[in-house]
């Protein structure tokens, strides 16, 4: 029987095997999930969010033993160069503008696919990465040198200020065929990190009263007897904390209620296991220990009748707890990214999803995006749905959340960055680390 030690390095390994495999060595993009796809002639496109986690991965899989020191820093060194150099500018093909970079992208050119958005916070993932790179390699060396200063430079570029379009809150991204998305980040979700890092700029900072426009549409809430800052699916509580460790620091909000924001996301997680076992829409399969609704992939869109009740399924959304969506799928990853806050219920449910449920060791990347136990209903299916794909965006955190359990060690090379600093500082935070 493995110790828990031994299946959390399991799994970082198998989850960091995707950067390995799932990456252009050329340019360092990471392709967004493994799948094939017909509308665009040239393979399914990067994700630059992915690339960002995939760049914060390098640190851990050199401390765990999983690639050289060397081998992580010639990977890390392609993707900066490629960001340094690719066209930046208002053209509709370009790879970025103002700093910010598109969403997607295509992995061979590097240039804007699908004509997505040019991403505020997709750019902020991308940079935390980068920056996590150059608290890492800190060598007295040509190419850890090089990190460091290429790091810094295309971090310093990005003009947060732009991204405001003449609000106090800033615009969720931009397209060069309409301009400025009328969406807002306002409200507590994963933008938290995008705040951070642009009001800690040392060049195109945003105004402190922006935070507040941000806080201005936090939501507290009491729900299955926690009080708590709401946000219904798992990732928006996980990703900014994969970069920063909010114990013993608060900000104003946090303040008021008397706790931080990793506390907040412990209540969140017991919240999300309470709903299972609630239950509320009948599911198959949710229990105290298979739990986890968030951002991801499910079965639809399909409407089916199943036992006499109308079962409508999704595709990809953000599921959410108690308020949904909610159409049976669960995510296990987001459940393993949640160890760090509450260790005593989701190492519980790690072994469920492993020895019960079998969902991690016949991938070769671990932990599968979602299952969907009620789809199983429909005529000709057997087993229940497993999605076929997985995400760049779900395997990072899997090994960057376990490492932070494991050791601090995304934490600790954060609180040393000058800029999430002077951004925790600049939105008000306090505490003794600070």
Not at 75 to 93: I, N, Y
Request: glycine residues 10%.
């Amino acid at each position: 029987m493995k110790s828990v030690e031994d299946t959390l390095q399991d799994i970082q390994t198998k989850a960091f095997h995707y950067f390995q495999c799932e990456a252009n060595p050329v340019n360092g993009l990471i392709c967004d999930k493994t799948a094939p796809d017909d509308t665009w002639a040239q393979g399914w496109p990067a994700s630059i969010a992915a690339t960002g986690f995939a760049l914060a991965c390098y640190p851990v899989a050199v401390t765990r033993g999983f690639i050289s020191r060397e081998a992580a820093v010639q990977r890390t060194l392609a993707t900066l160069r490629f960001f340094a150099q690719s066209a930046q500018g208002p053209e509709p093909d370009a790879t970025g503008y103002r700093g910010f970079y598109y969403h997607f992208l295509d992995m061979h050119t590097g240039r804007r696919a699908w004509q997505c958005e040019l991403s505020s916070i997709d750019t902020a993932l991308l940079l935390a990465g980068m920056l996590t790179c150059a608290r890492f390699f800190t060598a007295q060396t040509p190419t850890e040198i090089e990190i460091r200063s290429l790091a810094d430079a295309l971090y310093r570029r990005v003009e947060w200020d732009w991204a405001l379009d003449g609000d106090a809150a800033m615009s969720m991204g931009w397209r060069p065929e309409i301009g400025f998305l009328p969406s807002r980040w306002k409200g507590y979700n994963e933008a938290l990190l995008l705040y951070l890092l642009a009001l800690g700029s040392p060049t195109h900072p945003i105004p402190q009263h922006s935070y507040q426009a941000w806080t201005s549409g936090y939501e507290w809430k009491q729900i299955y007897g926690y009080n708590f800052l709401y946000a219904g699916a798992l990732f928006t509580h996980q990703f900014p904390q994969i970069w920063i460790d909010f114990r013993g620091i608060q900000d104003g909000f946090m303040r008021d209620k008397g706790i931080d924001y990793f506390e907040n996301s412990r209540r969140a997680a017991y919240v999300q296991r309470q709903y299972a076992i609630a239950n509320p829409l009948g599911f198959d399969g949710y229990t105290a220990n298979c739990w986890g609704l968030t951002a991801s992939e499910g079965p639809g869109p399909d409407t089916v009748l199943i036992d006499g009740v109308e079962r409508q399924f999704f595709g990809y959304v953000a599921r959410g707890v108690p308020y949904g969506p909610d159409d049976g799928t669960i995510a296990p990853w987001s459940v393993v990214a949640s160890l760090p806050f509450a260790p005593e219920i989701v190492l519980p449910a790690i072994d469920y999803f492993i020895d019960e449920l079998k969902l991690h060791d016949v991938n070769p990347y671990g932990f599968r995006a979602t299952i969907n136990p009620t789809y199983a209903a429909k005529p000709g299916a057997a087993g229940g749905w497993v999605s076929p794909w997985h995400f760049g965006i779900n395997q990072g955190p899997v090994v960057l959340m376990i490492e932070n359990h494991r050791s601090g060690l995304l934490w600790s090379l954060m609180r040393e960055c000058p800029y999430l600093t002077q951004g925790l500082r600049r939105a008000g935070f306090d505490g003794d680390r600070l």
